[in-house]
């Protein structure tokens, strides 16, 4: 850090297990990676191309060098999981990512229906071959999944393999575990907490919102994800009490 302030909480290290910021790139050019990653890569643990933005990124290849260069963990959103498999390509799907030397993998089920001992399977297949992240909850505002069912699907994938499950909201933040207007599904979230370990769960929080909920909840090392690449430092500064919304998180009361 470039100054010697008292008080701060401590924040894993990379290469964190915990404590993860999970960055969604949309599209950023070569240019703009190099740049995001000059300024961030301390506070970034791994980047998601979102959805299916990988299929259309020029420079791809170039790109993924780039965020190689500083050691970062990258992989494809789950949405182009789903359209490989969808189109019963799944082996292809792997081979791309053989062929992009991408080892981290999503599988997710947001956009279509599987069967999840189906689902587990693929997560047992992928697991093999690299770190495979899962993703519960669907994209579908309608489709409503009681807290025991979130419960029972995370511990599933888990066992399965997966390193990591994603809890789902979308790049909007308005599905999942949150209504549609953004608010955190409280109830949700805590009985979900009673049954899988906290460490193992990525909150998609891309509203400040719902980034501070989050901190407040478990503290300034949960896992969060869908971070906006301009957003990376401002969270960093939130997660450790230096942004107003958490600036009395962490302060000595006695000497406030």
């Given at each position: 850090?470039?100054?010697?302030?008292?008080q701060?909480?401590?924040?894993?290290?990379?290469?964190?297990?915990?404590?993860?910021?999970?960055?969604?790139?949309?599209?950023?050019?070569?240019?703009?990676?190099?740049?995001?990653?000059?300024?961030?890569?301390?506070?970034?643990?791994?980047?998601?191309?979102?959805?299916?933005?990988s299929?259309?990124?020029?420079?791809?290849?170039?790109?993924?060098?780039?965020?190689r260069?500083?050691?970062?963990?990258?992989?494809?959103g789950?949405?182009?999981?789903?359209?490989?498999?969808?189109?019963?390509?799944?082996?292809?799907?792997?081979?791309?990512?053989?062929?992009?030397?991408?080892?981290?993998?999503?599988?997710?089920?947001?956009?279509?229906?599987?069967?999840?001992?189906?689902?587990?399977?693929?997560?047992?297949?992928?697991?093999?071959?690299?770190?495979?992240?899962?993703?519960?909850?669907?994209?579908?505002?309608?489709?409503?999944?009681?807290?025991?069912?979130?419960?029972?699907?995370?511990?599933?994938?888990?066992?399965?393999?997966?390193?990591?499950?994603?809890?789902?909201a979308?790049?909007?933040?308005?599905?999942?575990?949150?209504?549609?207007?953004?608010?955190?599904?409280?109830?949700?979230?805590?009985?979900?907490?009673?049954?899988?370990?906290?460490?193992?769960?990525?909150?998609?929080?891309?509203?400040k919102?719902?980034?501070?909920?989050?901190?407040?909840?478990?503290?300034?090392?949960?896992?969060?994800?869908?971070?906006?690449?301009?957003?990376?430092?401002?969270?960093?500064a939130?997660?450790?009490?230096?942004?107003?919304?958490?600036?009395?998180?962490?302060?000595?009361?006695?000497?406030?």
């Open positions: 850090m470039n100054f010697n302030l008292s701060i909480p401590e924040r894993t290290q990379q290469p964190r297990s915990h404590g993860i910021t999970m960055v969604m790139d949309k599209g950023l050019s070569v240019e703009d990676a190099k740049n995001f990653m000059s300024a961030t890569h301390p506070h970034v643990d791994v980047v998601k191309l979102g959805f299916g933005t299929y259309v990124t020029p420079n791809l290849k170039e790109k993924l060098e780039v965020y260069s500083y050691n970062m963990p990258i992989y494809f789950g949405t182009l999981f789903e359209a490989f498999l969808i189109r019963n390509q799944f082996e292809d799907y792997i081979n791309v990512c053989k062929e992009y030397n991408v080892s981290y993998m999503e599988v997710s089920d947001g956009s279509i229906e599987i069967p999840h001992a189906e689902k587990c399977g693929y997560i047992e297949k992928l697991a093999k071959i690299g770190v495979v992240l899962s993703e519960v909850g669907s994209k579908d505002a309608a489709h409503i999944i009681p807290p025991y069912k979130w419960i029972e699907l995370m511990r599933a994938e888990l066992e399965a393999g997966s390193t990591y499950v994603i809890a789902e979308r790049e909007a933040g308005n599905v999942g575990i949150y209504r549609g207007t953004g608010e955190v599904r409280e109830g949700l979230v805590q009985e979900i907490l009673t049954q899988i370990p906290e460490e193992k769960i990525i909150w998609e929080a891309p509203q919102a719902q980034q501070l909920y989050f901190l407040e909840l478990i503290g300034c090392n949960v896992n969060l994800g869908n971070i906006a690449p301009n957003e990376v430092i401002p969270l960093e939130m997660r450790i009490g230096l942004r107003g919304d958490t600036f009395h998180l962490y302060l000595n009361k006695e000497t406030v």
